[in-house]
């Protein structure tokens, strides 16, 4: 997927979100907020708990980010997303594409297959 920002739609970056039904919050990574040129001193602590335990990271918050699928046929705008470089990186722990294609309500999205020769920021 792509992620821009309303005030520049050709400043794109991609992206493979994963979606956590046990989150409350949207979480990207560093690098999002790098691209997007947000500045590191406009931080915030707050906590993460999950069933690994509880931690106090501090993070960037982003406001005004679209996310569209290649082809644009679905775009949105996205809620707060707040810097955090505690989400799973690791191949193995990411859904495949067949798994994500049974859950009914990304059955209608055009979900291409990951690309193995880029590198990969997970949102």
Known sequence: ?????KENPNKRLT???LIDDQSNV?????ELFDYMGVPNFHTHFFTLTSC???IHPSGRKISGLIMATKDRYVDKEQPIITECNEIPNEKREIP???VITN???LQSLPI????THKKKMYY
């Open 1 to 5: 997927m792509n992620v821009y920002s």
């Open 15 to 17: 992206l493979y979100p």
């Open 26 to 30: 949207t979480l990207a990574k560093s």
């Open 52 to 54: 690994a335990g509880r």
């Open 96 to 98: 495949t594409l067949e």
């Open 103 to 105: 859950i009914g309500h």
């Open 112 to 115: 291409p297959p990951p690309r």
